[in-house]
T-cell receptor, first 113, second 114 residues
Framework: EAGVTQFPSHSVIEKGQTVTLRCDPI?????LYWYRRVMGKEIKFLLH????????ESGMPNNRFLAERTGGTYSTLKVQPAELEDSGVYFC???????????FGPGTRLTVT | AQSVTQLGSHVSVSEGALVLLRCNYS??????LFWYVQYPNQGLQLLLK??????LVKGINGFEAEFKKSETSFHLTKPSAHMSDAAEYFC????????????FGAGTRLAVHP
């Protein structure tokens, strides 16, 4: 069974541009999470979907970030316009149940220059 | 609010030596605690977790951790390090509110030398 996949693995964009990150969870996992690690600091929670609904988006840094999960399958995280401080590694995770183990993808490394 | 502190951003041990990675947490509710490992170019992999019950938890690859409520600690140990254990390790606690949001420590990079 395929694990959590993320695309792209790396992205380099200029300040002010738009970038869209994609996450494909494990098939059948209703719960999908986005996390971010900035500059070797701790990994921080961004938001949690249950199917297509945003269950908790308390970690979203500002309105430049937009997450969607149409149809309750894959999810996208759009950053528009990107700022230098958005650079980091964006992780996606999914779990079968609300309290179930979270399986992580390899992450997308975003560099904003 | 919940938080996790990992003591030591870098730890270096000799092959065959004891591995001890420290984690302290703060939580106003009974915590669920986790250790994750990240190998180069891979996602985070769950090593072990504590939810309830036995305070000594055994995980994969010979790792174990002990939940000590009085010390608010959940240190990770392995009796004998292998070269393949070189990776970054993250301690995490679940957030409050009944959901599964993970709150991570800053990570500890483990180096194993011959």
């Amino acid at each position: 069974e395929a694990g959590v996949t993320q695309f792209p693995s790396h992205s380099v964009i200029e300040k002010g541009q738009t970038v869209t990150l994609r996450c494909d969870p494990i098939s059948g996992h209703d719960n999908l999470y986005w996390y971010r690690r900035v500059m070797g600091k701790e990994i921080k929670f961004l938001l949690h979907f249950v199917k297509e609904s945003k269950q908790d988006e308390s970690g979203m840094p500002n309105n430049r970030f937009l997450a969607e999960r149409t149809g309750g399958t894959y999810s996208t995280l759009k950053v528009q316009p990107a700022e230098l401080e958005d650079s980091g590694v964006y992780f996606c995770a999914s779990s079968l149940t609300l309290k179930g183990e979270q399986y992580f993808g390899p992450g997308t490394r975003l560099t904003v220059t | 609010a919940q938080s996790v502190t990992q003591l030591g951003s870098h730890v270096s041990v000799s092959e065959g030596a004891l591995v001890l990675l420290r984690c302290n947490y703060s939580s106003s509710v009974p915590p669920y605690l986790f250790w994750y490992v990240q190998y180069p170019n891979q996602g985070l992999q769950l090593l072990l977790k504590y939810t309830t019950g036995a305070t000594l938890v055994k995980g994969i690859n010979g790792f174990e951790a002990e939940f000590k409520k009085s010390e608010t600690s959940f240190h990770l140990t392995k009796p004998s390090a292998h070269m393949s254990d070189a990776a970054e390790y993250f301690c995490a606690v679940t957030g409050s509110g009944g959901y599964n949001k993970l709150i991570f420590g800053a990570g500890t990079r483990l180096a194993v030398h011959p």
